[in-house]
């Protein structure tokens, strides 16, 4: 089993900064992918960003230049850096984990709000 815990969600201004946080727990050792997802009222879950075990990383076009997820190997945190925030970022964001050879997102975080005011 893998825990995640997110966290580091508020309410920022346009243009704002906030920087998330999913600290990962459990057996760690299988796990290939952290990604974080957000989830807008009405919307689907999309995609935001990822990193794999062998640290490239991929982005949802729309935070591109924005965001940047990073990993902190001492403390098994995964951080989403979210720079010059924008009112259609808010939203539910969560963790995920994906473990070697499945093809679906095996674990989830409970989700970290973000509201980004206009």
């Known amino acids: 089993q893998v825990q995640l815990v997110e966290s580091g969600g508020g309410l920022v201004q346009t243009g704002g900064s906030l920087r998330l946080s999913c600290v990962t727990s459990?057996?760690?050792?299988?796990?290939?992918?952290v990604a974080w997802y957000r989830q807008a009222p009405g919307k689907q879950r999309e995609l935001v960003a990822l990193?794999?075990?062998?640290?490239?990383?991929n982005y949802a076009d729309s935070v591109k230049g924005r965001f940047t997820i990073s990993r902190d190997t001492a403390k098994n945190t995964v951080h989403l850096q979210m720079n010059s925030l924008k009112p259609e970022d808010t939203g539910v964001y969560y963790c995920?984990?994906?473990?070697?050879?499945?093809?679906?997102?095996?674990?989830w975080g409970q989700g970290t709000q973000v509201t980004v005011s206009s």
């Open positions: 995920a984990a994906l473990e070697f050879g499945s093809t679906g997102y095996n674990y």
């Open positions: 459990g057996r760690l050792f299988n796990v290939y992918v």
């Open positions: 990193r794999r075990r062998d640290e490239s990383t």
